[in-house]
């Protein structure tokens, strides 16, 4: 299991599309399980992937659980 984290000064609506994007059925094909207004989860494979995102002043934290899909976390927050 995986736990990173990366500053981001990208909206939150955007950084969660993003993640719809890149994990969802049109990128590695996981399954949506959540969605939510700061937060969305995938999975399937074995594994899942969780991004929640938190506001502090100008810039966002993004924050990435994963299981089975660490190297695409790790790309995923390369992105965003």
Do not use: W
């Not at 939510?36 to 810039?59: D, N, Q």
């Amino acid at each position: 299991m995986l736990r990173i984290s990366k500053e981001s000064r990208l909206a939150p609506d955007e950084i969660i599309s993003s993640a719809s994007r890149y994990f969802g059925k049109g990128g590695e094909g996981l399954e949506e399980t959540e969605r939510g207004s700061c937060c969305i989860s995938f999975s399937g494979a074995g594994g899942y992937v969780a991004v929640t995102v938190s506001e502090e002043g100008s810039h966002r934290e993004v924050n990435v659980e994963s299981r089975e899909f660490e190297y695409q976390a790790r790309q995923f927050l390369r992105s965003v």
